[in-house]
């Protein structure tokens, strides 16, 4: 037999007839459908008392001979449920379980269930009724006028005030949509719901300290935590708006009664309407007697439909459990798989859990996205290269040889333009065609890159156009011969004996290095890597190297503040028999699901923006798009590295919970740490020492090695913070600093790991803000044009030419020969002349041009070209190093608050101790801020000095001098990074204050 409920679900009937006891009286009272869903499935629905609650005597007496139960506001206790001989279910009539004992329910296995939503309308009309009577002074008007009197009461009109609705679930969203209707402005508080989620039902979100003092209307609709104190409490009620009305709705918990009461009085607020009370039915309470109040009988779910809704719910619900199958809206957390236990745990861990789990999965995405942009950054670096390197010719024996290649570096704008010559040789094979061409050039055919025949339309012949021969078309060079959209890129078909390809053009001074070449050849490999890109994939590895480890904090960190908040919770599951394994398993199967959810985000979230982010400029360019894909292999290896970091950081912050719940309870012992610490870290950082000295590191080996400073710097840390600890703690002469020294001494590394971002970021601070490059050893040579010419004969000649030609192509310029002892020229002592040309870059750019007839193969020399190989270290360096500290310290701050927030939550029982010993908050802030600034500043100090030395070896290896801005960019690095620390950190005094706000039950 089946019974089918208002949803059209068929029901299964219970095997056995069974009886409901139902205590309270509302329930079936306006429609007979939910008693006839009991009837028809032998379900014995019994109601002792037709018009009034069952007391609480007659409850404990009949329960021992029910089969299941349906209450109202009725106080279900341990001691009830204890006496159930057959009970299966409890059942709500109506949504709000706070007066069941849930764990009681738990640990004897009977489910309770309740009706989301079945009175959601019916309260959110009967609220906005409360706003209307309050507004309008209804109520009061009512009441003069039996009494014999006939006021004219003057209320206020709703149109063009603000409503600030506390809580925007079913109900919210309801009465913000009457509100709208009356023309008032809406803001919304609940950080389950996101702003546009607010704003596309016409709510504007909004913190909840802005809703009470902008709103002049506050309607609450949250649940209450039990034992927790009121969300409004007198500082809160105090800061509403003067004359403000508050709607409570939801739960008496939700408000500090007293003090309400007390600000009606003293005339701040205009005016309170109230259904819910902290003790019903209300007794002694000072709102009797507040002015401006309206008090109602907790009636705003009774509503005739809502009624109706809810009872058939509840019905089914009963139904449905007694015919042993699962319920569809349970109230309780029950013995069940690990699974499906866990998805209950996360489902009911409140608005605290809900922000958590949502915190970790933001900072999951986060994490996984930088860590792709870094990897794919540094990938497509060495792609980038790989696709250079053809146009640096490798030579092939002269019997093997095919064709002649050439590479020229010419400049317009301070931008390269490379130029590559290419000559098929008589007699010989074809040479096959060069990436990015269909075939190999022939004769007078000139190839251009996309962005190089922009520029060539974009400015005047004489500046670019005219260095290169005038084909009737140009061609088009291909993607695969191009590094980036935004090379400039020439191929030149010429014939053997051009000049071009002639043994003129294979340079020979040392500023041609990676800019000049020629050699014979029969195809297009080659291992040497354009001079604009052979750098790029070394550099973008040492940053990844340096970002890594505070990537990994802030993912770790992500992963303890998730599970803190759960940890009452799954201690009070092991002490009702769930195994260690089972807790094990619920901690990592939420935290893998979170980490997941959140590092797939991420990497969907790169997939979706490689558009976008190829379009950020680094070295040569913007990307193609297909050189920052990491690939399947990577991406996969990420989303499971992340999720796996949350998961394992998540798992070991809930060992004792797991081995030992009472322990959760109490004070842990001090984790003392151990001087092998110390001995590996002086190990590792000799072995890092004697070996950088001397030699040349290639980016795998400086990996290595940086990989190994970091790890060996974590076991470091914690032994220092112990020992720092110790030290303070012996001489503190203040109670803050004496409170914080032993914190730092009983959990180092929860110390630790608050401060072990900008520790390490430190690191990249000294290193990168002092290496930014200065080169001291060339002349000013700006708006100098060069001519190497082969001896001083031929520089006679072509000094007469160039003067000539520049006269007619109207550049201002003053040709010389400078002696060969002249080194302050672009010349630097070879023969050749130089043009001095007055006017901007316009005129420099034409004089290169029109000195192209003189130059006998090789493309004029600029100041651009002698400088090109320190301008190229010097704009990775300073590239990378502002993403670096910039992500660094960035990322530092976060974890730190992070890591914050969650050791508020670790040791809240030992702040509820101290505040219950009368300690004051004020001592407890200062003890944190010097429990950080410490550690802080004696560890970041050491790291900061070590990238500082860094720096000064990287610059000696480089032959460059300190630049002088690198020490005013360190110092204001690290000060604004510790600034950012300590307001992150200050961050989670709210948090602070919350969980001590009553010591007695934070200590317990």
């Not at 007839?17 to 629905?45: D, K, N, V």
Request: a neutral charge; proline letters at 6%.
């Amino acid at each position: 037999m089946t019974t089918t409920p208002v949803n059209n679900t068929p029901l299964v009937t219970p095997t056995s007839m069974t009886t409901t006891l139902i205590t309270t009286p509302t329930f079936s009272r306006y429609s007979p459908e939910p008693w006839q869903i009991l009837e028809r499935a032998g379900a014995g629905p019994l109601r002792p008392y037709e018009d009034e609650a069952l007391p609480a005597d007659e409850l404990l007496k009949r329960i021992p001979d029910i089969d299941a139960l349906i209450v109202g506001m009725d106080q279900v206790t341990a001691e009830v449920i204890d006496a159930a001989d057959r009970l299966q279910v409890i059942a709500k009539h109506g949504v709000g379980v706070d007066t069941i004992d849930l764990d009681a329910a738990e640990a004897r296995g009977i489910p309770v269930v309740c009706a989301p939503g079945s009175n959601s309308r019916a309260v959110a009309e009967y609220t906005f009724g409360l706003i209307l009577d309050a507004t309008r002074r209804i109520t009061e008007a009512n009441r003069r006028v039996a009494d014999g009197e006939w006021p004219k009461l003057f209320g206020s009109e709703l149109a063009g005030r603000t409503l600030a609705v506390i809580g925007f679930g079913r109900i919210g969203q309801l009465v913000t949509g009457y509100a709208r209707a009356f023309g008032m402005t809406v803001l919304a508080h609940d950080p389950h719901v996101g702003p546009k989620d607010m704003s596309a039902l016409g709510a504007r979100s909004a913190p909840l300290d802005d809703c009470l003092a902008r709103a002049d209307v506050v309607s609450l609709h949250l649940p209450a935590t039990p034992g927790a104190a009121p969300l409004l409490d007198h500082a809160r009620l105090a800061a509403m708006k003067p004359g403000a009305l508050l709607v409570n709705t939801a739960r008496g918990g939700l408000v500090d009664e007293a003090a309400l009461a007390a600000l009606l009085e003293d005339g701040h607020l205009g005016g309170a309407a109230l259904d819910a009370f902290a003790y019903e039915p209300l007794g002694e309470s000072p709102l009797r007697k507040a002015p401006n109040v309206l008090l109602t009988p907790h009636m705003a779910a009774c509503g005739q439909d809502a009624n109706r809704m809810m009872g058939a719910m509840v019905a089914e619900e009963v139904v449905r459990v007694l015919a042993g199958e699962s319920p569809q809206h349970p109230a309780d957390l029950m013995r069940s798989p690990v699974l499906p236990l866990t998805w209950h745990l996360a489902r009911s861990s409140g608005r605290r859990g809900l922000q958590s789990q949502l915190l970790a999965v933001v900072v999951a995405a986060v994490s996984a996205f930088v860590l792709l942009m870094m990897i794919a950054v540094s990938l497509g670096s060495g792609e980038r290269a790989d696709r250079t390197d053809w146009r640096t010719p490798d030579a092939v024996p002269a019997q093997k040889a095919t064709a002649v290649q050439a590479l020229a570096t010419t400049y317009v704008r301070h931008k390269p333009v490379t130029v590559v010559s290419l000559a098929q040789l008589p007699d010989r094979k074809a040479t096959p065609a060069p990436p990015g061409l269909g075939s190999f050039p022939q004769r007078g055919e000139v190839y251009v890159s996309p962005a190089l025949a922009g520029l060539m339309r974009e400015l005047p012949a004489n500046q670019l156009a005219d260095r290169l021969p005038k084909p009737a078309p140009y061609g088009t060079i291909g993607a695969a011969g191009l590094a980036s959209p935004d090379e400039l890129v020439a191929v030149v078909g010429r014939a053997p004996s051009d000049p071009a390809v002639s043994k003129a053009a294979e340079g020979g001074n040392y500023f041609d290095e990676g800019q000049t070449a020629r050699a014979e050849v029969a195809g297009f490999t080659s291992t040497k890597a354009s001079l604009y890109t052979s750098t790029d994939q070394g550099m973008a590895v040492l940053g990844v190297t340096l970002l890594v480890m505070p990537v990994i904090v802030l993912a770790a960190a992500a992963g303890r503040l998730g599970a803190a908040r759960r940890e009452r919770r799954l201690a009070a599951l092991r002490l009702a028999g769930a195994t260690p394994r089972q807790i094990i398993a619920m901690t990592a199967a939420e935290a893998a699901a979170v980490g997941g959810a959140g590092a797939l985000t991420g990497a969907l979230a790169y997939v979706a923006l490689l558009p976008a982010l190829a379009e950020i400029p680094y070295g040569i360019g913007s990307w193609y798009t297909g050189q920052l894909w990491v690939g399947l292999l990577w991406f996969a290896a990420v989303v499971l590295a992340v999720t796996a970091l949350i998961t394992v950081s998540a798992v070991t912050m809930l060992r004792q919970v797991a081995t030992s719940p009472l322990g959760v309870a109490q004070q842990a012992n001090p984790r003392r740490t151990r001087m092998i610490r110390l001995v590996l870290f002086a190990g590792v950082l000799g072995y890092v020492f004697f070996t950088t000295q001397g030699g040349q590191l290639g980016p795998r080996q400086m990996v290595a090695l940086l990989a190994l400073f970091y790890g060996a710097f974590w076991l470091f840390g914690p032994w220092v913070v112990d020992r720092l600890g110790r030290v303070v703690g012996r001489y503190a002469r203040r109670p803050a600093t004496l409170l914080a020294a032993r914190r730092l001494s009983d959990d180092p590394s929860g110390a630790w790991r608050t401060v072990s971002g900008l520790v390490l970021a430190g690191f990249v601070a000294g290193f990168f803000s002092v290496s930014q490059l200065q080169f001291d050893g060339g002349p000013e040579q700006q708006g100098q044009v060069a001519v190497l010419t082969a001896d001083s004969a031929a520089t006679k000649r072509a000094v007469t030419e160039a003067r000539t030609l520049l006269r007619e192509a109207g550049v201002k310029a003053t040709v010389t020969a400078p002696s060969e002892d002249d080194y302050t020229t672009l010349l630097s002592g070879s023969p050749g002349l130089i043009a001095r040309v007055s006017g901007g870059a316009d005129q420099l750019d034409a004089a290169a041009t029109a000195l192209i007839p003189v130059a006998a193969g090789r493309p004029p020399l600029t100041q651009d070209y002698v400088g090109a190989y320190d301008n190229v270290a010097v704009d990775r360096i300073g590239v990378v190093s502002t993403a670096t500290l910039a992500m660094s310290f960035l990322v530092a701050a976060v974890s730190a608050g992070l890591t914050a927030a969650a050791n508020v939550l670790d040791r809240r029982r030992v702040y509820g101790l101290l505040r219950l010993a009368g300690t004051p908050m004020k001592l407890l802030d200062r003890a944190r801020t010097r429990e950080t600034a410490l550690p802080l500043a004696v560890l970041a100090g050491g790291t900061t000095g070590m990238g500082v030395y860094g720096a000064f070896q990287f610059n000696e290896a480089a032959g460059g001098t300190i630049n002088a801005s690198g020490a005013l960019q360190l110092t204001l690095c690290v000060t604004v990074g510790t600034l950012a620390m300590l307001a992150t950190i200050a961050a989670s005094r709210p948090l602070l204050r919350r969980v001590t706000a009553n010591p007695a039950q934070t200590a317990d």
